[in-house]
Structures are given as structure tokens and as C-alpha cells.
């Protein structure tokens, strides 16, 4: 066999039978035809992100910031600068509304949170800058763009099919 003892032949051949399975993924049949490449573009085709879900994504981001940060906003209102009780308790419903609206977005409990906190920085800066005379230096804005880059990443970014990335509003 070609001087090479039997033991050796056999071990090239299991590396081999090993790299096509890590290399090629398997059709119906269990035969090895198709490349991983041509699955992974196959499975971002079935993931079926369209602008309109996308927009349902970011309004929910949107609307658990304004929650969460309009809340918290009121309550620090009336314990730093003396306003009412109505402004504690409307502060308290809204961090109360914070709590459900992520529960609509269709990923996963950690990648929703995970991609929630850029979220968070980009609205925090907003809401300073809009609601107490904030203004963000440049600094800021980078590191709230990067968040941003850094969520769409999390959220968007194509994944193997079976990993759950459907964005389908109320599964």
C-alpha cells in the first residue's frame, strides 16, 4: 500500500471522513453534498428579515427605552428635585411597562437584554440631551454608535439554521 503501513492509511482516512463532516453539511440522505457556506446563505435567506420587522425591532427598543429611562428620569425628578408623588408614580408605571414591552421582540431572553444596553446608551443621551439640557461630546456619540453597531451584530447577524433567529413578531 503505497509503503505506507495500514495503520497510517486508515487515520488519513478518518481525518479526511472528519474534516468533510466539519466542512460539508449533510443532505437529507446523510450524503455529504453541499458546502457550509451555501447553508449559511441558504439559512440568512430563510431568516426572512424584511423592513418592516426590522422596524417592529427597533420601535420596541425604542419604546422599552423611553420606558425604562422616562421612568427612571421621573423618579430621580422627585427624589433629587422635590416633584410630586404623581411623577413617583407615573415613574413607576412606566418602569412597570419596561418589563413587557422587550417580552414582544421575537429573540431569545439574553440576546434581547444584551442588544437592549445599546439601545439604552444611545436613548440615555438622547433623553439628557432633550429633556436636561445635556449636551454629548463627540466621545459620547462614538461609544453610542459603536453600542449600536454592536446590537445590530447581536441581533441581526446571520446564524447556522436551528439556532433560534426568526424575527417573528409574537411567536
Excluded at 481525518?15 to 439559512?43: C, F, N, S
Excluded at 440631551?129 to 453600542?147: H, K
Amino acid at each position: 500500500m503505497d509503503g505506507q503501513p495500514q495503520g497510517e492509511t486508515k487515520i488519513k482516512k478518518k481525518i479526511t471522513l472528519k474534516y468533510l463532516r466539519l466542512t460539508q453539511a449533510p443532505t437529507e440522505r446523510g450524503i455529504y453534498l453541499k458546502k457550509r457556506g451555501e447553508e449559511r446563505v441558504k439559512g440568512r435567506e430563510k431568516m426572512g428579515y424584511d423592513v418592516g420587522r426590522l422596524m417592529v425591532a427597533v420601535c420596541l427598543f425604542v419604546g422599552a427605552g423611553v420606558c425604562e429611562i422616562g421612568g427612571g428620569w421621573l423618579v430621580w425628578k422627585w427624589r433629587r428635585e422635590g416633584w410630586g408623588w404623581g411623577s413617583l408614580a407615573a415613574g413607576f408605571l412606566l418602569l412597570l411597562l419596561y418589563g413587557v414591552v422587550p417580552t414582544f421582540q421575537a429573540q431569545p431572553f439574553g440576546r434581547t437584554y444584551a442588544a437592549y444596553g445599546g439601545f439604552f446608551i444611545a436613548l440615555s443621551l438622547l433623553w439628557g440631551w432633550a429633556f436636561d439640557s445635556f449636551l454629548p461630546d463627540r466621545w459620547d456619540l462614538l461609544g453610542s454608535a459603536l453600542a449600536l453597531l454592536g446590537v445590530s451584530l447581536v441581533m441581526f447577524a446571520p446564524r447556522r439554521s436551528g439556532a433560534q433567529t426568526q424575527m417573528n413578531l409574537l411567536q
